[in-house]
């Protein structure tokens, strides 16, 4: 028969899970003072990086988008406040409120085109041609961390994903998926009909005409009845090119 362990023994094995507990309190605090302690230096680090090389991250847009990935790393947010030592440095807190001033200047003046859904590509285009003088300073990225801070105003300021596009919206019009796949659809040709979306997506007459219509009445969609073969077009310019002349009285 097995015997139970006495009264030591089990003090015994209680002292000891005591001091495994105490070594991997003790283990856990030194790795994270020790995770501190590197934060703190890869942030003073940063600083200096910061300083040697703040031209470059003001005027090239590849540089500072390699700049903010490595401030995400350290847990640091240039453009948490327009006050203080980044803002100060490097100015970049103003360059991205710049920024979003204009790009909702732009989404204003291309909204009764495209009823407030605009692709991020065509906006960056515009966003170039508005500043003139630097066209070449100004990526995709900026123009999404400009948008990041728009959304404070509250008014819609979003960038979706539409198949392979990232779309712009700045009216708080909400998409389901039927108009998702629309909207992906009619990225190959600018448009799409009522006979392609029950040929390609299996959907009923009424599905789709209940669709369009939404996408209709909210500004997104355009109707061309001007073809020959009497199919009605419904065209997207949120998914095809826009002028860029809309800026010129901007």
Request: proline share 2%; hydrophobic share 35%; charged share 30%.
């Amino acid at each position: 028969m097995r015997r139970r362990p006495g009264i030591g023994g089990l003090q015994t094995a209680a002292a000891a899970r005591d001091q495994y507990r105490l070594l991997g309190e003790n283990v856990a605090k030194l790795r994270t003072d020790l995770m501190k302690e590197q934060l703190a230096t890869f942030r003073s680090q940063l600083e200096e990086f910061a300083r040697k090389h703040k031209n470059d991250i003001r005027k090239n847009p590849t540089f500072r988008t390699q700049f903010h990935e490595m401030c995400a790393k350290v847990g640091v947010d240039p453009l948490a406040s327009n006050k203080g030592f980044w803002a100060e440095l490097l100015g970049i807190g103003d360059f991205y409120y710049e920024l979003g001033v204009q790009i909702v200047e732009i989404c204003l003046a291309t909204r009764p085109h495209n009823g407030g859904l605009i692709n991020l590509q065509e906006l960056c285009a515009l966003l170039r041609q508005k500043r003139k003088s630097d066209r070449e300073a100004v990526s995709e990225d900026d123009c999404l961390r400009a948008i990041s801070k728009l959304k404070i105003l509250g008014s819609g300021f979003e960038v979706i994903s539409v198949g392979k596009r990232k779309l712009v919206r700045s009216v708080p019009t909400e998409l389901n998926k039927d108009h998702n796949e629309i909207l992906e659809l009619a990225q190959a040709q600018g448009f799409v009909t009522v006979d392609e979306l029950e040929r390609r997506l299996s959907w009923t007459s009424g599905r789709a005409t209940d669709a369009l219509d939404t996408l209709l009445d909210e500004g997104l969609a355009m109707i061309d009845d001007g073809h020959r073969d009497g199919k009605r077009r419904y065209w997207f310019p949120c998914v095809s090119s826009i002028s860029t002349s809309v800026v010129s009285d901007i």
